[in-house]
């Protein structure tokens, strides 16, 4: 799971620093959107079990908001790293949660 952390860390700090003070950053950031491309995968791909289906949706959801993210106006790059950070911070919240083990049937204990 550390592993799994680590790329959520590699994943949020472009996007804090770019979002950082009104954004006045974002414009001096080259290639966010193809780092990110990079990034996703591997969160993907990642041997974290728990809400495995989950972390893949909204890992596919960041990969449909970067996937044209580096050709887009400054504006829509905004709008674009705060849908990121939201969907980021489920994501923390997911990994960060205990997992639930799952429920023992009763006659399974009486076993």
Known sequence: MDALKEILQKIEQPLTFASRDNFKNLSNIKD???SLLNLLPRLKNSSYSGARQEINHLADAML????DYDRQKLELKKYKIEEARKLL????????SPVTPEPVHPIDEKI
């Open 64 to 67: 449909e908001i970067f996937a």
């Open 32 to 34: 966010l959107g193809k």
């Open 89 to 96: 911070d489920r994501l923390k919240t997911i990994i960060e």
